[in-house]
């Protein structure tokens, strides 16, 4: 069964650093674009970053420019979002998305001013 399962998240204070996993099943995360989006209440709905199947590395938001990374680890089939001085607007729940359709459950990440 194709899925991706995500681990990771939390509540962490302001320059805090936490890291999102995103592991799949069924399916070859090196073999797909995947990315990472996040959805803070009341506001739209955001994509953050994505790695291509070649590993290219795109970020799409200004606001976590030199703070949020996305790699991947094909050994263990799973995708990382790491995020390093977060701030309380980083608040939010974070999805992990691959290229065949499937979203992860969400993760919520809190951060404390």
């Known amino acids: 069964q194709e899925q991706v399962v995500q681990s990771g998240g939390g509540l962490v204070h302001t320059g805090g650093s936490l890291r999102l996993s995103c592991a799949a099943s069924g399916f070859r995360v090196n073999s797909y674009h995947m990315s990472w989006h996040r959805q803070a209440p009341g506001k739209e709905h955001e994509l953050i970053l994505s790695?291509?199947?070649?590993?290219?590395?795109?970020d799409y938001i200004d606001s976590v420019k030199d703070r949020f990374t996305i790699s991947r680890d094909d050994a263990k089939n799973t995708v990382y979002l790491q995020m390093n001085n977060l701030k309380p607007e980083d608040t939010a729940v974070y999805y992990c998305?691959?290229?065949?359709?499937?979203w992860g459950q969400g993760t919520q990440v809190t951060v404390s001013s």
């Open positions: 998305y691959s290229g065949l359709g499937y």
């Open positions: 790695i291509s199947s070649g590993g290219f590395r795109t």
